[in-house]
């Protein structure tokens, strides 16, 4: 059953104070009322008739710009079934007289306004309203019923008159189901045309909780057939909505606990498997990874020496085993994206880098992965903000490497080539990045490092064969190599033949 709208008021008042306050006299929902809107003088009122379509106004008569009077005479003639209530002071009264000729429903003086004559007067001016005319204490149950889930959800405990809730939720199972929209998707939260559902005797109450998803409650006797055709209509709108559906309980009083100890797991669930479409609480239970402590320390300090691939394969390597992480709370999940970008600014300002723009650019994307709403959409703000990063460093890299002396790198290593040498000890000893050492070393020397450094080691180990003095294996350990076989390896490689071939080939003794 589809809930009945309220009664819907707006406020219109020139002192901001006066619309709080009478904001905050009564419980409106629980009375049947709306405040949809609230203006500080006539004209703006007028400018929100179409869009709030109010049933009732509750306006003051002395405002700047339009007047009560001048409102309550162009609202009469031009929208005749909105009732209108007068606001005044005690001065007022022979003004305030003038209007009843334009049909008001009555006056409130404002110093002494309280709840109840204020709630009198409205109660008064709906039974005047056509379509609230004839409702009874069943419809009024049933519009509290979406005010009293809000409350539950919130945490409070709300007084129920039984008999009313029993005639609002007759039915003995509770659900709650929240629905998301995927993509550009949109709906207007009308859970019958949006399901098809062939369900008898169930009735649904929608709560808005969230901008992200709606969440319904759900309450019926026929709890097996419900879930079934709930997952057929998901299954159906798989590439538009998302769906999570509680477990079947029976108190309405738990709906609170439930909303928070299951039901908010499995929005969080979505937000890291968001191309699945239907999510229930024995999904939550199944195996998830163990959350890994992220070495922060060792990330700034391999940061600090230019070791930037080796610090950014660490963090891509974590940030995809935390985006299976799904038990992990989504505000933690972008907390440590947020605080990955706050740190790597500073470390590259301290490290002399120029990144103005790049600093103030960190807010937008703190803002991006806020509003993010799927784990691989803050994974994606992430690479965009690094990419901006890699540029940084490179530029500045670059502009250290261009008086490289290629021939110095060459005698170094031709020097060194008998040492355990590799391309981030000789990037260390020049001073250079070794992703940009690597690159520099391949564009200008033709081969890259690693083969230039193999090739320089075989010829002095074929030397060493021909001078017939050491064994293989010694020469092996000569030429820079800890391993023998792999020595084997790349002399066959490179010459042909195996070393101890070569030396048959050749018959070195």
Known sequence: MKEENYCKVLIVDDEDLIRQGIKHYIEWENEGFEIVGEASNGKEALGLMETMKPHIILTDM??????????????????PSIEIIILSSFSEYDYVRSTFQNGVVDYILKPKLDAQSLLDVLNVARQRIPVFEKQ??????????????????????????????????????????GIKLKGT??????????????????????????????????????????????????MKLTSSHFFFLSNRYNDFLQTGVIYKNNFLKLVNYSFYFPDQYHITEEEWTNHCPKKE??????????????????????????????????????????????????????????????????DNAKYHYFNTIDHSPTAKDTINQLD????????????????????????????YVTEHYAESLTLTDLANHFHFNPSYLSSYFSTHNNESFIEFLNRVRIEKAVKLLKDGGNSISEISSKVGYSDHSYFCKVFKKLKGLSPSQYKRKYQIR
Request: hydrophobic share 40%.
């Open 293 to 358: 402590n992220f070495n922060l320390d060792w990330f700034i300090d391999e940061w600090k020496q230019k070791n930037f691939d080796a610090a950014l394969e660490y963090l891509k390597k974590h940030v995809e085993k935390m985006a299976c992480c799904y038990k992990m709370e989504v505000s933690e999940y972008k907390a440590f994206f947020s605080n990955i970008i706050f740190n790597l600014t500073i470390l590259l300002h301290n490290m002399g880098y120029e990144v103005k723009e790049l």
């Open 185 to 234: 998707a949109s709906w207007n939260s009308n859970l019958e045309e949006l399901l098809d559902l062939n369900v008898q005797d169930y009735r649904y109450y929608l709560c808005y909780l969230e901008d992200s998803y709606d969440v319904f409650l759900i309450n019926t006797d026929k709890s097996s057939l419900l879930e079934k055709q709930l997952e057929e209509a998901a």
């Open 136 to 177: 009874g204490k069943k419809d009024n149950a049933q519009k509290s019923v979406p005010k009293l889930l809000e409350r539950l959800i919130a945490g409070y405990e709300v007084p129920l008159n039984d008999k009313e809730i029993k005639q609002a939720l007759p039915h003995s199972t509770f659900y709650l189901l």
């Open 384 to 411: 965009l903000f690094l990419e901006e990063v890699r540029k940084y460093v490179v530029h500045k890299e670059d502009q250290r490497m261009v008086p490289i002396n290629m021939k110095r790198i060459i005698d």
């Open 62 to 79: 002395v405002m700047p710009l339009m007047d009560g009077e001048e409102l309550t005479r162009i609202v009469k003639e031009q929208f």
